[in-house]
């Protein structure tokens, strides 16, 4: 039995690297010694607890399917693609006089040579999406992700705080296509999946954008919710075009999907099937994903990383904590939100710094608007009969009356941080425990 699956896996493996350019079985093979062996994997007489000891075993069960079974929807494909242009190019009787002057010709018509090209090719698209109707739709949903723009992305260099995650991300991400020498003569291979876990609030997404800015790549900035559709099967099409579109992309591409727990959450038994279909098509992208040689870097982001399922965890190679700002970033924080608010030149930042212990940066960003808005209401009251003729205030800088000490106080009395306690030490718990070895890269512990 496991000569068959670890077969299975290895046909379908090809078939799969055909994606980068690498040689693939025949369409006749993949239907006579891989669906067979599809059948044998599925078959009844072989129950998990034959199969498979372990958990960890059963899930590469799971991928193999997997893997197979979209072998064989690629190969399935390509044919009826192959199908489409051969019956177009027959059936049209202009590309047939074009291919006969040609042929009698020893400079063909170039023109005729295109018309027919864009024929064949018209036919071929018209005929996949009578086949697929959302195919299209599918395309512009991974579409809108994409920012090809780098400069509208911030720099790492301006991110306040997040040393840790910041050092983190650059030996995980950047030094390897900095010193690809030193990585191509070692046996380590760099880091293809990260995963950003903490707090709300804290960065990660501004994270992977800087990090797409520092290389120059193309940016897919993706929710967990645009991967989801309420039409059944497509869910997973949504998946396999994301990473398709990255795939086929010629330069470096950085592919960052928030809230990603809300789609590979720990699998149970009451779970319907479209959900496991979804995790299903996430394992087998990850898995592609780390055995291809193109350039994509795949950052993640959770702010449970305790829900994350087992399988999808182990193919997380590199697993970093962003966590809250410490007192010095707290402070550069508050002093950059209120760097367009009036201050008055005797505020204790320090002690303010201080008060703030437990906050976010998102958190940080509210007290500002808090502040300021306490400044606005003082400045409204004393100015309501000082309207213009169009009924609007007119203000100037020098104006408006210093945010002080006190008004920080005032709005730090009714505000809370929105990570309490209890998350944070469940955040330093899930850390500690995190620390071990993982199987898919040479053994290194996680930071």
């Not at 702010?303 to 193919?315: E, H, I, T, V």
Request: one cysteine or more; hydrophobic letters at 35%; a negative charge.
């Amino acid at each position: 039995m496991e000569d068959a699956c670890e077969k299975a896996f290895a046909l379908a493996d090809q078939v799969l690297a055909a994606e980068v350019d690498s040689p693939r079985p025949s369409l006749e093979t993949l239907e006579r010694e891989i669906l067979p062996l599809l059948g044998q994997l599925k078959d009844s007489r072989y129950p998990y607890a034959i199969c498979w000891k372990t958990a960890e075993r059963r899930d590469c069960f799971d991928t193999m399917i997997a893997m197979v079974e979209m072998a064989v929807r690629i190969m399935h494909s390509r044919r009826g693609e192959k199908a489409f242009a051969a019956r177009s190019v027959s059936g049209s009787g202009s590309e047939q006089d074009s291919k006969t002057t040609a042929e009698k010709t020893d400079n063909p018509p170039l023109t005729s040579r295109t018309s027919s090209n864009d024929s064949t090719s018209t036919t071929i698209k018209r005929k996949e999406n009578e086949l697929d109707p959302f195919r299209e739709g599918r395309k512009l949903a991974i579409e809108r992700t994409i920012i090809s723009d780098t400069s509208l992305l911030p720099r790492l260099e301006d991110l306040v705080g997040l040393a840790e995650a910041k050092q983190a991300l650059r030996e995980a991400l950047l030094d390897p296509l900095i010193y690809p020498e030193w990585f191509s003569s070692s046996d380590l291979r760099p880091w293809r999946c990260v995963l950003l876990y903490g707090p709300p609030g804290t960065g990660k997404t501004q994270l992977s954008r800087s990090i797409a800015r520092e290389i120059n790549s193309r940016f897919y900035q993706v929710s967990s919710s645009d991967l989801i559709s309420t039409w059944s099967g497509q869910s997973e099409k949504l998946i396999r075009e994301l990473f398709d579109d990255a795939l086929s992309f010629t330069g470096t591409s950085v592919v960052f999907v928030d809230e990603i727990d809300s789609l590979c959450r720990i699998r149970s038994t009451v779970e319907d099937e479209s959900s496991r279909r979804v995790k299903t098509e996430l394992l087998v992208q990850l898995q592609r994903l780390h055995d291809s040689k193109s350039s994509i870097l795949l950052i993640c982001a959770t702010n449970c990383p305790w829900d994350l399922d087992s399988a999808f965890l182990r193919r997380f190679e590199k697993r970093i904590f962003v966590g809250l700002p410490d007192r010095d970033s707290r402070l550069q924080l508050l002093q950059k939100f209120l760097s367009k608010t009036k201050t008055a030149e005797d505020v204790k930042w320090d002690e303010i710094a201080e008060s703030t212990e437990g906050f976010s940066g998102d958190d940080l960003k509210r007290l500002a608007r808090e502040v300021a808005f306490l400044q606005f209401r003082r400045y409204k009251e004393s100015h309501a009969s000082s309207q213009s003729d169009s009924g609007c205030l007119t203000v100037s800088q020098a104006e408006r009356t210093p945010v002080t000490t006190a008004d920080f106080h005032e709005v730090l009395q009714s505000f809370s941080p929105s990570v309490s306690s209890i998350s944070l030490q469940r955040y330093d718990d899930y850390k500690s425990s995190s620390l071990v070895p993982s199987p898919m890269h040479n053994g290194l512990a996680d930071a």
